[in-house]
């Protein structure tokens, strides 16, 4: 007999032993059951589950970091990809529409100055002729343009060519297709010109670089800043009243005989593209009427004295 018998006491079990696994499993299924059937029918588990969900979402999101991570930064870089080719075609776009733009503002320019070149025409009271501006003289010196238009145009030597603005110059040169224009600003270049404030008679130089100059006027004219000058028509070359230049400034020094009066011409003498070219006036036509001839009065009697 062991020391355990003799005391009277029985060794206890290595290991607890509670209900049967059977029993268990069959109280565990009854309970599931049960909890479905209470659950369905009564809504009994809903505050468990949402107290559960409200624990569990943070560990879900942290969960899904990192695949909504990985989702996001393959989207923003697919949408920098296209983003980076749908602005290089918005810029190419955007140069060809800048480019018609720009055409399409020179050709409404041009043709406002090919209409006000029109209106030019209507208003005066000689043959003109339209011409285009070919290319400027090689002549750094000189200040002189070429036009379409010649001898067989009917084009000759002294005509004067103008703008829809005023004189831009005139012919000085013509060939039997083209024509040389010397233009308002040539140093050679003079025209009589008054002032059309006060009709006071002078004559405007070039000066070179795009700039006039009024000579031969004293200290005291009476010429101010601002003044429109236009062609007087003694030279019967331009004719009377076309606009030519604007007074912009005048220094009085009286120890000079003249004072200095720089002037701006008011054509696109350098700048525009089109031109008309004045014809000679036609003098009006005087009918042939028979001349009467001058009658004498009759001697009177003599009377008695």
């Not at 479905?36 to 942290?62: G, I, N, S």
């Not at 696109?268 to 001349?291: F, M, N």
Request: charged fraction near 20%; proline fraction near 7%.
């Amino acid at each position: 007999m062991s020391a355990a018998s003799h005391s009277g006491h029985t060794p206890p079990p290595f290991f607890k032993r509670g209900p049967a696994p059977l029993a268990r499993l069959a109280f565990f299924v009854t309970l599931a059951l049960l909890l479905l059937v209470a659950d369905l029918r009564f809504r009994t588990l809903e505050v468990a589950r949402l107290a559960v969900a409200t624990m569990l979402w943070p560990l879900q999101k942290a969960v899904l970091l990192p695949v909504e991570g990985a989702g996001e930064a393959g989207n923003y870089f697919s949408n920098l990809i296209s983003l980076q080719q749908e602005n290089t075609e918005l810029r190419k776009r955007q140069l060809a529409q800048t480019n018609l733009l720009l055409r399409q503002a020179h050709l409404e320019d041009e043709n406002r100055r090919l209409r006000a070149l029109l209106a030019m025409q209507e208003r005066l009271d000689v043959p003109v002729r339209a011409a285009e501006i070919l290319y400027a003289a090689r002549d750094p010196f000189a200040r002189r343009i070429i036009i379409n238009q010649g001898l067989t145009h009917g084009l000759e030597n002294g005509q004067a060519v103008i703008d829809d603005l005023g004189v831009v110059g005139q012919i000085t040169r013509a060939f039997p297709m083209t024509s040389e224009v010397t233009l308002l600003t040539d140093k050679n270049q003079l025209v009589p010109v008054q002032v059309a404030r006060n009709g006071l008679r002078a004559v405007v130089a070039g000066a070179g670089s795009g700039a006039m100059e009024l000579k031969f006027l004293p200290a005291n004219a009476d010429v101010q800043p601002g003044d429109m000058l236009v062609t007087s028509g003694l030279d019967g070359i331009y004719l009377p009243g076309l606009p030519v230049a604007k007074v912009i400034s005048i220094d009085r020094n009286t120890s000079f005989s003249f004072a200095r009066i720089d002037c701006a011409p008011l054509a696109g003498v350098e700048r525009h593209g089109q031109v008309l070219v004045l014809g000679k006036r036609i003098a009006p036509e005087v009918p042939d009427e028979p001349i009467e001839p001058i009658k004498k009065p009759a001697k009177g009697r003599k009377t008695a004295k």
